[in-house]
């Protein structure tokens, strides 16, 4: 068990597994709305085995800005809630931010990314923009945005609460829910499911390695994909003779 | 003095001064984005003379609905974020509901609307949708929204807070700020300018009454509007004439 | 039963009860995209009691036009689809067209709606726009469109089907299903869920008569709406009283 | 001949035909997108036989503001372009304004439109929004915008020049361009093909208003429209009998 | 001849020119519509030279997902459209998918994708989402989307029909139309303009090949390009020295 | 001194910082809206350490086409604003193209690009699209746009004007406005601001240099970003050290 209440069984599987399967296993349970609409990693190439982000939410919420009560000013001291979250999300958690979808300024840039990067967070995500994004991009902690975006989140933005239940990409988003991101997006998985999902996805991605390797190989997807009985059997015996 | 703040005659003049007026004043004081965007009258008339809607806001906030937790069993007792605002909303008071403007399912239909006018409710605001549109548009107390919607707001609206603030149109709207609304949409005054800008917009719709009526009568709108100092005797004279 | 298969008690039950009711009745059936998108009636004014648009979907499924092939030479004999579909459409049905959303030509005009009218067509939705509209908006037959739109359907549409599966206002229709429409918009219910549909609708709006009724004497919602078992038998009796 | 060169004849045809008929004849003349998009007529109704709008384009084009230069001081004097638009505009023309498709900010309030009204302009057009338009709405001089929109233009819109080509609703416009404008919206007719367009449309009604005859009294489309042999004599005969 | 029609001369000239000289050719033919609108290829990089995708097209059209028969339980058997047209796509064809340009869930995923690979077909092109987005990308056959998007087709997408017309980013698709994809995106060529396309196409290709090395040394663009008659008599002589 | 105006050293310093630290510095001077909104660099990769585009605004204004006087004869001679403005533009200077954000269509392609470079100009920057986008994405000039497009521009842009004040990307443009792009995008830095904008800009990059040391290392951002006395001393000795 890690800190967060997600085994770290589960955690380890969730970074190997794809959103897609992730978003497969939530429809059997009846989610349809888990995968962040418009949100995308900074990173430019996502190679091949790079490990999913993984984590806990930990919420920031931003509604419109006002030009009398979002200045400059505001960031001294210790009170101002996205600079309160950078300090204050533990460790393996993900940072996510609602922007109401407006990607017209940023919400974050570099340095506070930094900060959350050298205290363990284990990733950024927001459906606004994010600035410094090119810089960004190149660093170890994924981030996700809905754009790279210059102008300061004062400008658009004014942040109000740190984690309560928020909307992001149009997914509802409860803190400790665990967000997984990948190389085409992120989806969010509620906390009492996530164990249940984890396991189901690891066992969805050693049929489909399966699966892809046979069709690789020339067999059709009639009867394979799902699978009848004769493919069952295959596929049993494909994973003894793994050990998977 | 009412019991929220705002003195009897602000109210008095809010509820006959236009929108137009009013965000002309805001922005005289570095306010730019006071309109909800979006966001119309339900009532298909709205007659000459008929006053504003003018209230405290007093806020629900959504995020997108999920299946599992959003199902008709959760209007029973009296917990619910929707169904606690429409009690607990105080008399004079505007609900504002902040739907991330998707109005693709409703956000209150006429039985709530109902509820909160025999309460004493000034109005309603949403960046969502309403249902029961058209029965609603009969009523006497004014409603906004981004469309007539029939779903139910399960489908897409998780209700979650009550009177925190939110964004609604795209404008920041804070628990007490005064909301206003006439045929062309609504304005959002914030709580501790709206003295100064209800005298203000009083004094500005006199001069625009007396500009009016000059350009009726074929004069140019140059020197008059803004006024240079002959046409600024002429206003006093004028004004004197009316005893306004 | 009629021709159709839904039976003359259905379709009057359907001609009464509100969109906003049905889509609740087929949420509670699971079903949550049932409400056209962004699709209006055309008639400026929808009196109280006005009986709704019942009828079965006959579709009319349009691509993007191509200059070459969409000129107005195409509707010449008796081949073309959008005009095959108005000398077809039989009594009782709708029209329904799947112009993709587009509203920026018209998918029909005043001619082709005042035949399908005498053909005894019971309505016209469309996702695309309406020409002739403001014409059209004082016609007995109820229309709904995305927009007015003056420019004829060749310069973006062609059509292609008749009566297959399409989508409309972002909802699926096959040929048959049963769409219903108010003064707020258009439900589609599918076929074989009609006649439930339309009974527990009519039993719904019995109960909520009952419900406006007592919160205009100022009866709370908890409690009420939904009702616990005091409200339950004070329905029964109201409803005993009136023979409903 | 008026002033302007579109002759007093083609002006009173096209005060009499609708946009739709004018779409159809221009698509003839191979212009597919001459309606403007997005943009409606602010009166809440269209009654019939109300003549359209008609007039030559006069053009004012807006980029977007910027905050130090679009102040309320800017309207003082004589220069700013849009007040030298409302006082420059000749008699009989529409003022046409580019906003770029924005109607967060209005481009024109009643004060203006009165002033234009009162030196006969025939119309205003926009792609933004208008403000106090519910009293605009009610005034005789026809008005299209893309919205209601209360905010002053210096929030969005920044005046840069009079009366050169422009964009609106998608459509380009080059003053002394013929604007018609129904119920539906406008229409924008090259300044070169005016006289041919009215002429053809005035045709084409005559024949549509026969058409409709037919189709009231139970005629099928096939054969009529478009008219083959049987239908063209059928339609010289009730043309002759009628005089027209 | 390939066994479609498109002769391996024209075929073999496709794969080379860009996309942008085949929109210009399609113009030139009163064709403005035909270049995909938001769809992109997945492929992160397009290396200089890489050939074209280049084949017929072979259609599936989705409509609105419904959640009572849009199940896991859809792909039992061989009768899924989906999986249908993935087994029944000839060699040498595009996958052309109509997902209503709605990206929120995919319309395939890397196992179909695979097998239509190894199956021999040309490309997949889809106006909706991709899943296994980084994995495909990766591929040897080209794969265009809107947007990379995990989520199941379930959620959003009803296969209904293989091989009819359908629309495809905003253009219109006929079963056996041209498709050729560059790193820039998809042009349709209608089937019977194609080898008249492809021959002009790679003419205009060499006489551009010829445009940048003069402008690359220096020379301006006034009587090149287009070109007038010095400029011809270069470009002749050029060829000529090259037997291009 | 530039010809146009900016000093070297402001033209080196601007080079070198982010757009990002840009818009902090126009927006202490109340400028809220000076990013382009929705434009990105062509280029696939921004290695850290690549000079930004940096020059004088040189602008091309486009309305929507009309068929008949937007075909390929208008490249003719030496007339056509586009071909105008290639030849026209001043080296340092950067082309910016007012697309009214449509980038259905391209605004320009890889030959009159390439003109542009050896003539000397700094980059290109369209709100609509670019054709030959891979080929550009590969060239030394730097480009921006909205999206990739293939189709030529005239299928919806007319070239009307060259070097009047235009709007890109929702940012207002005056010609000599300073344009930097970086991988992020592009702002807009009036021409009146640039040198002031430019100093500031360089002293925020050494400070922001320091606390990203600073916050690698560990140290938190309260009191550091923004600075308290303890961190403008460390600051300031850090400086020192460096000689910066």
Known sequence: ?????????????????????????LFKRGLRNVFLQGVQPLARDWPEGRPNMVGEAFTLRYIPAREDIDHLGVFAGTAHPQRRAVED????????????????????????????????AAGVVTDGGLRDSTEIARMAIPCYARAPSAPTNLIKHHAVDINVPIGCGGVPVFPGDILVGDGEG????????????????????VFERFVIEQVRAGVGIFGLYPPEAEAKAAFEAWRQARGL
Chains 1, 2, 3, 4, 5, 6 share one sequence.
């Open 89 to 120: 999300i533990p460790p393996g958690h993900v940072l996510v931010m609602d922007c109401r979808g407006d990607a017209s300024a940023a919400s974050a840039g570099s340095i506070l990314v930094t900060r959350m990067m050298v205290r363990g």
């Open 1 to 25: 068990m890690s800190v967060s209440g997600l085994s770290a069984a589960a955690r380890a599987t969730l970074a190997g597994v794809s959103t897609a399967t992730l978003t497969t296993q």
């Open 186 to 205: 992120v989806v969010v998985i509620p906390a009492h499911l996530a164990e249940d999902v984890a396991r189901d996805a690891g066992e969805q991605e």
